[in-house]
């Protein structure tokens, strides 16, 4: 079968862009590799949201449990709370981060001078704009500790730039964490069926 040059391109498009402004930050895996794991349980309960808040938390949560465990059992990892030799846990928190500098972004100098024949064009600028000054972000530390020694083997953090503070779009948000969890667990060894 030949893949059509416009559908190949049109999917690595779709697939950039579904985790725009993302970045996964995971830990070496050396630790977690070296320990064998074969069973895992959550450390914490899930949230109970009874009074329906609206809060990001109570959205995430049940979305970032979901997909952790599909991804680890698609792994070969077995989720049982008795015989578990890691435990699972995650860290939700908002923070700021500094964007770029206006000369970084674009072609836009701080020094004065003079090029013949050439424009800064509006794209620039905004491109400038946009990068430019303190951005909200939203953050995810997923964190993987000895059960026994409860000290952490592993960890990946997930870093996105908040776009619009006040709307959670829960839909948008599942979608882009599902794809987000596969990319951050990515380097996990894959242990062997028993």
């Known amino acids: 079968m030949r893949i059509n040059p416009l559908l ?16 996964i930050q995971p830990a070496p895996i050396d630790e977690f590799a070296a320990g064998n794991y074969q069973y895992y ?11 329906g808040s609206s809060d990001p938390l109570y959205a995430l949560d049940p979305i970032i449990r979901r997909e952790v465990n599909v991804d680890l059992q698609s792994k070969g990892y077995v989720l049982d709370n008795t015989r578990a030799q890691f435990t699972v846990d995650y860290l939700f ?10 000369e970084l972004a674009s072609n836009i ?3 004065p001078g003079v090029v013949p024949n050439r424009r ?11 990068l ?6 939203n953050n995810i530390v997923i964190q993987f500790n000895d059960r026994s020694s409860n000290r952490a083997v592993w960890r990946v953090t997930i870093t996105k730039i908040v776009e619009d503070a006040n709307n959670v779009d829960v839909s948008g948000l ?11 667990l990515q380097s996990l ?4 069926a028993q």
């Open 93 to 102: 928190a908002m923070g700021m981060l500094q964007g770029e500098q206006s």
């Open 41 to 51: 349980k959550w450390r914490t309960e899930p949230l109970p949201n009874a009074t």
């Open 8 to 23: 190949a391109s049109t999917l690595l498009l779709l697939t950039l862009s579904a985790c725009s402004g993302v970045e």
């Open 132 to 137: 430019g000054g303190v951005k909200e972000t």
């Open 120 to 130: 800064i064009d509006q794209a620039s600028v905004d491109n400038a704009i946009a």
């Open 189 to 192: 060894p894959t242990i062997a």
């Open 109 to 111: 100098s701080p020094y």
């Open 174 to 184: 599942e979608k882009t964490l599902k794809n987000v969890i596969i990319q951050a």
